[in-house]
C-alpha cells in the first residue's frame, strides 16, 4: 500500500486533528475547547495551532515539534503532593487558546508558530529520553497542551506503556469529549484557577469561568488522576479578600480540602508589564485566607517563603516535607507521604 502523503500546512508538519465538525458553507468547527473556532479554509483557530488545511479539513500544525525541553524538579511544575523530589522531562510547544494578558509564559504561548530551534519529538522516544535525564515523569507543559491534544495523548499512552507517569499543566479550558481523551493517560494535574469570577476571565483572558470549573469538578469526581490548583496573585487583579475566600471556600466544598493550592507571585509581563510584582504580605495574607476556608494544603509561589513551602500535617500539623526553593526534604520515617509524629497519611502520591 502507498502511505498517504504527510500533510504540510504554510510549510509545518501537520496531522488530521480530532474533534471537529463541518461548520456549514466550506467551513470547519473545532470542538476541542469552548471557543469553537469556525474557520475558513486556511484559517487558523485562536490558539495558532488548530487550522482549516483546504481539502484536508481541521489540522494540527507544528505536528510533534517542541520548542521547549528541560529536565525540572516535579516542585517546578508546580505538583508539591506528586513524586516529590523527582525529576520530571518538561515539554513544551507553542500555543495557547486563553489571551491572558498577564502570562507569565508568552514567548511560547502566543508565539507565531513553533521556535526556530524547535526540535522534532516523536512520542515514543519520550520515555526512553525520560529516563536517560533521570526523571520517573513526563510533564506537557509551558504552553497550553489541550491544544495540541493528539500529539499530548500519544506522549502519556507511550510513557504509560513504558511505566513513566504524565502529567499536564493546563488552564482547563477544553470541551468534554476533548477532557477525556486529552487526560485518558495522564497521572497528575496542576490546573491554574486563575481567579473565582467570570468577570475576570472575560475582562483579562476572554475565556469564560465556568468551563474551568467544570474540568476541576470533572477531574475530581470522574477520575483518579492527582490534582493540585495554582492561581497567580495580581495586584488588584485578584487580590482581593472576598475573591479569595471565594475561590478558596469552593475548592474545599467541591474538590476536598486536602486538594493542593499554590497562590503564585506575579512579576509584570506582556501587557500588565505596568504592575508591581506581588508582595509577599499579599500573598501571606491571601494564604491565610484560603487556609481559613479549610483548606489543608496552601503554598506561597516565587516568593522565596521557607513556611509557604512547607508541607504540614492535616492532623497535627508538624513538618513533613520542607522545601528550599525546587529542593524536597521529604521528613518521613517509614512510609513515604506519612507523618513522622502522628502516623497521619498525606493526600497525594508519594511511591
Ligand atoms: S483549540 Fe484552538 S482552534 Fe480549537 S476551538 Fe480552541 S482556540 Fe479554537
New binding site residues.
Partial sequence: MTPSPPILFEGQPARPAL??RRGGGRHV?????????R?APGQ????????HAPGEG?VLTGDRLVSALHADPIEKKPLFHFLPGSRVLSIGQT?C?LTCRFCQNHALSLAAGPSSTAIMLDPKEVPALARASGCRSVALTYNEP??ALEYGLEVAGACRAEGIRTVAVTAG???GA?RAAFFRDVDAANVDLKAFSDGFYRRLCSARLAPVLETLLWLRRETGIWLEITTLIIPGQNDGDDGIRALAGWIARHLGTGVPLHLSAFFPAHRMADLPRTPLATLRRARALALAEGLEHVYLGNAGDPDGETTVCARCGAPVIRRDRFRSEPLWQGAPGVCPVCGQALAGRFS
Fill in positions: 474533534f471537529w468547527v473545532c470542538e476541542v475547547c469552548p471557543r469553537a473556532c474557520l487558523r483557530g485562536l490558539c495558532r495551532v488548530r487550522a481541521l500555543g487558546n489541550v491544544v479550558y477544553v470541551s476533548a
